[in-house]
Antibody, heavy 116, light 110 residues
């Protein structure tokens, strides 16, 4: 059974940092690209960042470029999202997901709150 | 990276068919066959309904079908059921090697 388990969310003040993690099981992690998607409370889905299977190719949404860093540790089946200079508008439920012909499957998400 | 355009809401009676449109550009929907559709119930993670424009994953009801014409993709739900009441999102790969989602459509079963 494929499982994706996010962690690392929490409450932070504007300008602060958080590091999200996503531990994966049930498929060969190193064979697949991975993606982060977020969903602000009551809002739609927003693609955040994707990373190729080896980590060599990385893409970011304009809204997070220069502030967020995606990475992965294939030896630990773990995906990361380092979030710096957080803004109020970054508050959301952050999902990690396997990337391929579609973004699927998804984890259950980890909640990030940004407020003073 | 502009979001794909979906109607904010669509409604129908049980047993009817409804169609949700998803309009993009030649840089996303029109340029690739990597168009997906997701269903999301409140408090749940999105569930993949359709991938590569028309394909249903194993376990997805045949009541869900999809197509694409030019820069517009469409999802049709046939034989509408109460359990189909949810938000639906389209998604496409783009020429920038990124993904873009639609703004989402709330489906109401009357």
């Amino acid at each position: 059974e494929v499982q994706l388990l996010e962690s690392g969310g929490g409450s932070v003040q504007p300008g602060g940092s958080l590091r999200l993690s996503c531990v994966v099981s049930g498929f060969t992690f190193s064979d697949y690209a991975m993606t982060w998607v977020r969903q602000a409370p009551g809002k739609g889905l927003e693609w955040v960042s994707s990373i190729g299977n080896s980590g060599a190719t990385i893409y970011y949404a304009d809204s997070v470029k220069g502030r967020f860093t995606i990475s992965r540790d294939n030896s630990k089946n773990t995906l990361f999202l380092q979030m710096n200079s957080l803004r109020v508008e970054d508050a959301a439920l952050y999902y990690c997901a396997k990337d391929g012909a579609a973004i699927d499957p998804w984890g259950q998400g980890t909640l990030v709150t940004v407020s003073s | 990276q502009s979001a794909l355009t979906q109607p904010a809401s669509v409604s129908g009676s049980p047993g009817q068919s409804i169609t949700i449109s998803c309009t993009g550009t030649s840089s996303d929907v029109g340029g690739y066959n990597y168009v997906s559709w997701y269903q999301q119930h409140p408090g749940k993670a999105p569930k993949l309904l359709i991938y590569e424009v028309t394909n249903r994953p194993s376990g997805i009801s045949s009541r869900f079908s999809a197509s694409k014409s030019g820069n517009t993709a469409s999802l049709t739900i046939s034989g509408l059921q109460a359990e189909d009441e949810a938000h639906y999102y389209c998604n496409s790969y783009t020429t920038s090697s990124t993904w873009v989602f639609g703004g989402g459509t709330k489906v109401t079963v009357l």
